[in-house]
């Protein structure tokens, strides 16, 4: 069996979608799922005994409770429970480390509560595994494609892999699509529609060796004219799960994840996987089929 599934909750509504969602990914998997709960602040003077006690009961409440209706709703998923005292960035680093993929509800800008739902960039980037943010109710749209951003980049190298085998096991099309660049400044000799064939050509290319891998998945190659971001979040509103590596191409130094992937997470119709890098020297993808 493959590494686990773990998804993080505290009890809220976005956090209970995630699970759902994350119960789901653990059977198309084959693995088993972890439930986590935190029941220690990053601020660990916050509180006194009595806090800390009702915050560890109320911890291991919602852990058992999600854990109940998950074993109900996927019988075929092993699940279980984990409660960390650490803080909610440690519990959710280390919870990575061993983990195939880290699910968690969707950003809110604060940090607050059990685990809040609302990882900053710094976690989805250094995490170690991907990341995936459920969006929404966590309805998932099983007959939808899975969409892949391609920009060239070593972590879309990582998500193209990803996505494949996302597609494979939900028995859907993939979508991978390049918006091969914000504007064209090229010389005036260069015909618009030569430059879209050639980013195509590459394209194609770049998924001949995967596509051998994956014969069982139908894919679409998409090229357009526009801002990725702008195109990844028209193609999510009918996706099953959007996949992109952390950073692209551009960007400013220091950032931990690009403004696509940014842009994603807080605009985007569905969930959206975010892979930050290959692991060991590959993807994790391909073990335990």
């Not at 429970?81 to 880290?102: C, I, K, N, P, W």
């Not at 929404?136 to 972590?155: A, E, I, K």
């Not at 069982?216 to 996949?243: M, T």
């Not at 690009?258 to 020297?281: F, K």
């Amino acid at each position: 069996m493959i590494d686990h599934v773990v998804v993080g909750v505290d009890g809220s509504a976005p956090a209970a979608a995630a699970a759902r969602w994350a119960a789901r990914e653990a059977a198309w998997w084959q693995t088993s799922l972890t439930v986590l709960t935190v029941s220690a602040v990053d601020a660990p003077s916050v509180g006194g005994a009595e806090w800390r006690a009702a915050k560890e009961a109320l911890a291991l409440d919602v852990a058992r409770t999600t854990r109940d209706e998950l074993a109900a709703a996927e019988p075929g998923v092993p699940v279980s429970t984990e409660t960390s005292g650490a803080g909610v960035e440690a519990a959710l680093r280390q919870a990575s480390q061993d983990a195939l993929l880290l699910v968690l509800g969707p950003p809110t800008g604060t940090l607050s509560g059990l685990l809040a739902g609302s990882p900053d960039a710094d976690l989805i980037a250094r995490a170690g595994c991907p990341v995936a943010i459920v969006r929404g109710s966590g309805t998932t749209r099983v007959d939808g494609p899975v969409v892949v951003g391609v920009d060239g980049s070593p972590t879309s190298e990582a998500a193209i892999g990803w996505a494949f085998e996302e597609a494979s096991r939900r028995h859907v099309r993939l979508v991978a699509l390049h918006a091969w660049q914000d504007s064209y400044s090229g010389p005036p000799s260069t015909p618009f529609v030569d430059v879209g064939e050639a980013e195509e050509r590459a394209l194609a290319q770049r998924l001949a060796g995967r596509r051998e891998r994956f014969p069982d998945v139908d894919v679409d190659l998409v090229v357009e004219r526009d801002r990725p971001r702008d195109r990844l979040i028209d193609h999510g509103k009918d996706a099953a799960v959007i996949v992109v590596g952390s950073r692209g191409r551009g960007g400013f130094t220091g950032m931990v994840l690009g403004s696509t992937t940014h842009a994603l997470l807080h605009h985007a119709d569905c969930p959206v996987l975010v892979v930050s890098r290959e692991r060991n020297g590959r993807t994790r993808t391909g073990e335990g089929r």
